[in-house]
């Protein structure tokens, strides 16, 4: 099927509006409209790839985006909302940085033709009720430190599925548990999406992008290295064992006292218990300041054969 060049719908009185153009940025607000969007590319045979973030855009959603671009006959969606039912109370909800204009610029840079970006009412109406719970893996890791975080989250991306309805949906492995849980629910809940984990992109001293990283001072910034450099190091040992893997990780750590450590932890990739051998995932929180940064690499836990 060829892609249509435009789609258009109808405003409250009547009058057309065009909610979507071959080859151009077409920023959407309200669900509904972009529902009937992302419908009739559908129907006209176009495959629809999603890409969520929280806007403030930076390399890594570059590189989701490109991964989704990459696909031929796709038309890839990007949401950005910073969504407040993942934020826990207390946390940096209101200074989350925000630069729309930017982010616009970037999906336009990469081809992007669908923007969806609601306002909190658009997504949470009066009365909004309803939420996923992530079941034990909610409440680990990141969740134990955030109450609430992994609800906020599933809630969020499976509006954002049921609105897209899309074919392949977009995450980095940067934020690995959330890739877990995300992964869960698509598979308990039968939902019709395949996902696609993106490897996390790096400063060149190691340190993985982020949003947050804008809040660091120079001298945190400075320290932050020590978080990549630990999971390198832990990575190095793989084929020494799951102890040597933290130890190796720990002392990296231990040697840079303007980090405060959450934890540091060996999984098996689906972050179930500690494995003897095989894949493994060696993820780290720690803060930097006032500043909390997560980070995690792929282990392979192999018995070195002499
Ligand atoms: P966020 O805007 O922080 O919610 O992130 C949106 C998506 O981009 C999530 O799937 C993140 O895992 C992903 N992401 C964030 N930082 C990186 C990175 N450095 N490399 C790859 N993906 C990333």
Redesign the pocket.
């Known amino acids: 099927m060829t892609k249509p060049s435009s789609l258009r719908t109808h405003d409250l009185v009547g009058r057309a509006r065009p909610r979507y153009h071959a080859d151009k940025l077409t920023v959407h607000r309200d669900p509904t409209a972009l529902r009937r969007v992302t419908r009739a590319l559908r129907g006209g045979g176009r495959r629809i790839n999603l ?11 570059r ?2 985006m490109r991964r989704a671009r990459g696909v031929p006959g796709a038309t890839t969606v990007v949401s950005i909302f910073v969504n407040p039912r993942q934020f826990a109370p207390g946390e940096d909800l209101d200074r989350y940085p925000r630069a729309f204009e930017d982010d616009l610029e970037m999906c336009r840079e990469e081809g992007v033709e669908l923007v969806f970006a609601p306002e909190v009412e658009d997504v949470y109406p009066a009365g909004f009720a309803t939420s996923i719970h992530p079941g034990p893996l909610g409440d680990d890791l990141e969740g134990a430190v955030r109450p609430g975080h992994f609800a906020g989250v599933l809630t969020i991306v499976a509006k954002l599925f049921a609105i897209t309805v899309p074919d392949v949906a ?6 690995y548990q ?2 877990a849980l995300i992964r869960r629910m698509v598979r308990d809940l039968d939902i019709d999406v395949h996902l696609v984990g ?5 400063e060149r001293d190691g340190l ?5 990283n804008v809040y660091l001072s120079p001298d945190e910034r400075e320290a932050a290295v020590a978080i990549s450099a630990a999971l390198s190091a832990g990575q190095y040992a793989g084929e020494q064992g799951p102890a040597a893997v933290l130890d190796a990780a720990r002392a990296v750590l231990a040697a840079e006292p303007r980090l405060e450590l959450d934890y540091l932890e060996l999984r098996d990739d689906e972050l179930g218990p500690t494995p003897e051998i095989g894949p493994a995932r060696l993820l780290v929180a720690a803060r930097a300041g006032k500043t909390r940064l997560i980070d995690n690499v792929a282990v392979s836990l192999v018995r070195r054969v002499d």
């Open positions: 890409v969520p973030t929280m806007g403030a855009l930076h390399a890594g959603h590189e989701l977009y995450f980095g492995e940067k934020d959330q890739l993106v490897p996390t992109v790096r993985a992008l982020s949003s947050r």
